[in-house]
T-cell receptor
């Protein structure tokens, strides 16, 4: 079956530091891949997505590239802000658009 | 446009009690989903409805039932709540008819505690 593995947190960074959150997946074929973000007390919001191999998704300074060779979709940001503190979920699309999520990675950014 | 709405926001139940979580979307989406979120587990799919009139089990359906009341509404029922069902429940919706635009939109969640 489908599965997503992402690095455990929390990830603690200072403002303006470089961020990488690793995500790898197991699936049949080449499913669409997503990063969702959850701010404290809120639901999930789509951060970015990629629908095919070598696609790069980007939004709000975050980027992730769909690497089929390594079955990975790592999230990066060049300079994090305090307002980026949240939980980040990697996910892949299955049949009928169902989502399989990783366990989430909490990011804490200090001033 | 309210997006996806869920009621209630919080609920405390005693073991064995029943309740229904409500979800509605105003985006004319055809597909709707129920997930639960537990610490360290991410989100797991409970049930989904690919279109009005159909429902299917997800990864963790035991102890739950669902009803797709109409295109807008998709409810989740706990017939006899158990402490293991203490969780945060999220409803989501998307449009399966449009390939490449099937982003799921999530509601704000219902925090349920079963004592």
């Amino acid at each position: 079956g489908n599965s997503v593995t992402q690095m455990e947190g929390p990830v603690t960074l200072s403002e303006e530091a470089f961020l990488t959150i690793n995500c790898t997946y197991t699936a049949t074929g080449y499913p669409s891949l997503f990063w969702y973000v959850q701010y404290p007390g809120e639901g999930l919001q789509l951060l970015l997505k990629a629908t095919k191999a070598d696609d790069k998704g980007s939004n709000k300074g975050f980027e992730a590239t769909y690497r089929k060779e390594t079955t990975s979709f790592h999230l990066e940001k060049g300079s994090v802000q305090v307002s980026d503190s949240a939980v980040y979920f990697c996910a892949l699309r299955g049949g009928y658009s169902t989502l399989t999520f990783g366990k989430g990675t909490m990011l804490l950014v200090s001033p | 446009n309210a997006g996806v709405t869920q009621t209630p926001k919080f609920q405390v139940l005693k073991t064995g009690q029943s309740m229904t979580l409500q979800c509605a979307q105003d985006m004319n989406h055809n597909s709707m989903y129920w997930y639960r979120q537990d610490p360290g587990m991410g989100l797991r799919l409970i049930y989904y409805s690919a279109s009005e009139g159909t429902t299917d089990k997800g990864e963790v359906p035991n102890g739950y039932n669902v009803s797709r009341l109409n295109k807008r509404e998709f409810s989740l029922r706990l017939e006899s709540a158990a402490p293991s069902q203490t969780s945060v429940y999220f409803c989501a919706s998307t449009n399966l008819d449009r390939p490449g635009t099937d982003t799921q939109y999530f509601g704000p969640g219902t925090r349920l505690t079963v004592l």
